[in-house]
């Protein structure tokens, strides 16, 4: 495949140079994006401001239609899964980095973004579509909704920190025994945990470890930022597909998959069956 002439124009708009070849970047996004690995005549790039997690931005092009990005290549870097315990560190280390960085001026705070969103008033709302899921028995939602409602609704999204707020395998990629997060368009201000624990649910499906393994039950406030995200990914898996990403469903099923039990668990409920 070969980009088209308005995608050219968008690349020579953000590099300020015309790439002389072009590749395409297979997986490691959302089937809506077109990636791809070009070449510069001159092969001189920017940095963009030197943080050892950021990949170097070699420019970006905005004409309020299709916004062009171009980053260094990443291509030949490590992309899990699968996971061990050094690539795990490596992103705990790069979190906590990113935590304890100044946040940019102008980002939001997190009640803004997607996790802001409460989902299990919606469950509540109409129970068919996350019932469709079979993750639960509908009587087991019966006894229990009220109790992950009224936890979620106490999470306590907000804070100081800079979060990247959608890490998942898809937007990491480790160098040098350092792990490197791409696509920060949920980049927010809140509470370094929730960054952290949304992480949890798609590590475990891919082979990784039980969140509990990595953020001990004790975190103040966990069971509520469980419950938030569980409601989040349930209230959504079930819902009709996204034609510009139809990934989305899928991957918030085997998140549901996980954090509901993880939910259910440090609340004291019975699993869900």
């Known amino acids: 495949m070969q980009p088209d002439a308005a995608d050219v124009e968008r690349v020579r708009r953000a590099l300020g140079a015309m790439p ?124 229990h909704l009220p109790r992950l409602t009224e936890a979620s609704a106490g999470a306590e999204i907000s804070g100081g920190s800079f979060l990247h707020f959608d890490v998942r395998s898809d937007n990491l990629c480790l160098r040098g025994g350092r792990a490197l997060l791409v696509d920060w368009n949920n980049a927010c201000v809140g509470n370094a945990v929730l960054d952290t624990a949304a992480w949890l649910p798609s590590l475990q499906t891919e082979g990784g470890p039980s969140p509990q393994e990595i953020i001990p039950d004790e975190t103040p406030g966990l069971p509520e930022i469980a419950s938030l995200l569980a409601g989040y990914f349930c209230a959504r898996a079930g819902l009709p597909p996204i034609p510009q990403a139809p990934h989305a469903r899928p991957l918030q ?10 939910a259910a668990r440090l609340l004291g409920l019975p699993p869900p069956s």
């Open 20 to 143: 002389v070849a072009w590749r395409v970047a297979a997986g490691h996004g959302a089937p809506s994006n077109r990636r791809f690995v070009v070449e510069l005549e001159d092969g001189v790039y920017g940095a963009l401001d030197g943080h050892p997690y950021l990949p170097r931005l070699l420019g970006w092009d905005d004409d309020g239609i299709a916004p062009a990005l171009a980053l260094e290549d990443l291509s030949r870097e490590t992309w899990p899964p699968p996971w061990d315990a050094a690539r795990i560190n490596a992103v705990l280390a790069t979190l906590e980095a990113v935590h304890a960085t100044r946040p940019p001026d102008g980002v939001p705070p997190a009640v803004e973004s997607q996790f802001g969103m409460d989902g299990w008033p919606d469950v509540a709302a109409d129970p068919q579509p996350f019932l469709s899921l079979g993750l639960c028995s509908a009587g087991w939602l019966d006894d």
């Open 253 to 262: 099923l085997i998140q549901s998959r996980t954090s509901l039990p993880w």
